[in-house]
């Protein structure tokens, strides 16, 4: 048997190494993903967290109507309650309902990674900052990942992460 020391690893001492890092590569990656999940879902529920506090705080700002609606397009509401492939937050100057092209305050583009969000077909906000209905967005990434933003009447809006509890979602 040859001395193998500062020449580099004998073939049995490399089978053993690829072995154990195979192993625990083994071990990681299914928790990887799921870190993953977990965290695209959380960037959409933030996504619509932050778009219905913008939308609550310039209806005060602007004493008007603030609206959100789903958009695939970014420039028409497409209605249903898929929110995924993007939405608007719009300015109800008029109070028709109807989105106007100089309305428009922000546009969320489509949410990428196998993402889902459902809710309701639009959600508004009064003058005074109240929600003209109260709402509940669902966000999944994949299988873990669940979250929900909930958004109460008096305009208070919140993410809760599955297995908590709140009072927020309770509409």
Do not use: Y
Not at 86 to 112: K, S, Y
Not at 128 to 137: E, K, L, M, R, Y
């Amino acid at each position: 048997m040859q001395r193998t020391l500062g020449r580099g690893f004998s073939m049995i001492e490399l089978m053993v190494a690829l072995s154990v890092a195979s192993i625990l590569l083994s071990l990681a990656v299914p928790s990887f993903v799921r870190l993953i999940q977990n965290n695209r879902a959380a960037i959409a529920a933030n996504e619509m967290l932050f778009s219905a506090q913008l939308a609550r705080g310039e209806a005060v700002k602007h004493a008007r109507a603030v609206r959100l609606c789903p958009s695939s397009d970014a420039a028409a509401c497409t209605g249903g309650t898929a929110w995924e492939g993007g939405w608007i937050v719009w300015i109800d100057r008029n109070r028709n309902d109807a989105l106007d092209a100089d309305e428009v305050l922000r546009v969320v583009n489509p949410l990428g990674g196998a993402v889902t969000l459902s809710g309701p077909e639009g959600l508004g906000f009064s003058e005074v900052g109240t929600a003209i209905s109260s709402a509940v967005f669902e966000v999944r990434a994949g299988r873990a990942g669940l979250r929900q933003v909930c958004v109460q009447m008096s305009g208070r809006s919140e993410v809760v992460r599955e297995g908590e509890a709140s009072d927020a979602c309770d509409v």
